[in-house]
């Protein structure tokens, strides 16, 4: 089995960043991906970054530039460092990993983002 647990959501101005962190425990495996997807109030779950065990990035066209994904293998941590952040980036954060063709999730950090 796989855990996953983030942490790093809160309130914030727009315009400023925040950071998420994600820890994962369990049998996570050297080759995976890792990512980020979200949810927004009345829409529906989206990916915002991913990335493989070698590092490889792939973002949604709508936090490129602004958004970051990162991981630290050794720690079997990833990370997403969100700056310019906006109001439609409001949304229940989910901590990702795909192992095959099995896909876990962490319980969600919400991110509000005040105009």
């Known amino acids: 089995q796989v855990q996953l647990v983030e942490s790093g959501g809160g309130l914030v101005e727009a315009g400023r960043s925040l950071r998420l962190s994600c820890a994962a425990s369990g049998s996570t495996f050297r080759t995976n991906v890792m990512g980020w997807h979200r949810q927004a109030p009345g829409k529906q779950r989206e990916l915002v970054a991913r990335i493989t065990s070698g590092g490889s990035t792939n973002y949604a066209d709508s936090v490129k530039g602004r958004f970051t994904v990162s991981r630290d293998n050794a720690k079997n941590m990833v990370y997403l460092q969100m700056n310019s952040l906006k109001p439609e980036d409001t949304a229940v954060y989910y901590c990702?990993?795909?192992?095959?063709?099995?896909?876990?999730w962490g319980q969600g950090t919400q991110v509000t983002v005040s105009s």
């Open positions: 990702t990993l795909r192992l095959g063709l099995l896909d876990y």
